[in-house]
């Protein structure tokens, strides 16, 4: 859900830029940056899920992940507390975030063709918050 919202959000983001630097492709360049965030979605959530599995591995052979029972504690696979709140956190965040970086980097080497500084490679972004805010108000407000 949160990896859905963050890419509909980089898409426009892309899109207005493109336009706004009269890209002659900017459709094209959406669709290839939506390819690159879903691609870097589906690797690094499986390797997220690896990773996740990886680290229950001393769970026992007939484990299953029944999320209703109570049950046994100590085969949880170390999600318990702090320090698995963090990881929860840390795997359901750093795919979109990542998928995210590899868009700006995608929009600002080849759509926009300028240098990789941090103020290239987020620039735009509270304009395109700015519009959407823009676009729920009434036009009579306007």
Do not use: H
Not at 134 to 142: I, L, V
Request: net charge positive; proline share 3%.
């Amino acid at each position: 859900m949160i990896g859905g919202i963050v890419g509909i959000l980089a898409l426009i983001w892309v899109y207005q830029s493109a336009t706004k630097a009269n890209v002659n492709n900017a459709v094209v360049w959406v669709m290839v940056c939506a390819a690159a965030y879903l691609v870097s979605q589906v690797f690094l959530i499986g390797a997220a899920n690896y990773v996740v599995e990886g680290m229950r591995a001393n769970v026992s052979e007939g484990y299953e992940r029944d999320i209703t029972s109570i049950g046994d504690r100590k085969n949880m696979g170390g999600f318990q507390g702090p320090k698995g709140t963090f990881f929860s956190i840390f795997f359901e965040l750093f795919p979109p975030v990542a998928g995210f970086l590899l868009v700006a980097f995608i929009r600002t080497k080849f759509v926009l063709k300028e240098s990789l500084t941090k103020s290239n490679l987020f620039s735009g972004l509270g304009d395109m918050f700015k519009s959407i805010k823009e676009s729920f108000k009434n036009p009579d407000q306007q």
